[in-house]
């Protein structure tokens, strides 16, 4: 009984040591990286922290995530738009002062108003 005992207690120190082990060559990994792109040292820093991060196959990405049906960067897509010729297009409608009285009129206003207007 007591050999078992001894044999899980040098089997968790060995999965320790290996994972000491790992982590001390990546880390020296990163280190020599970071000196290779003459980082400052809070970018040495940074390098080293982040060393036991990997990048994202396409193949990580959620099965069950679907395409964005919102935009999320409205105003560049407002700006890929093509315009009509200036000839025949009505001016962006400008909201006075006067016909606003509050502030949920103005917000009211604000969201009719395509991006290009705002």
């Known amino acids: 009984m007591s050999n078992v005992n001894e044999l899980d207690s040098l089997e968790k120190e060995l999965s320790q040591v290996l ?63 093509s315009l009509p010729e200036s000839s025949g297009t009505i001016p962006p409608r400008m909201i006075s002062r006067d016909s606003v009285k509050n502030i949920d009129e103005f917000y009211a206003q604000w969201r009719c108003l395509e991006i290009e207007e705002r």
């Open 19 to 81: 994972l000491n082990d790992e982590r001390y060559w990546r880390e020296n990994s990163a280190k020599f990286r970071a000196v290779a792109q003459n980082a400052s040292y809070e970018q040495f820093e940074e390098i080293v922290k982040a060393s036991h991060l990997k990048p994202l196959d396409k193949k990580d990405k959620s099965p069950n995530q679907k395409s964005k049906s919102s935009i999320w960067n409205s105003i560049s897509l407002a700006s890929k738009k």
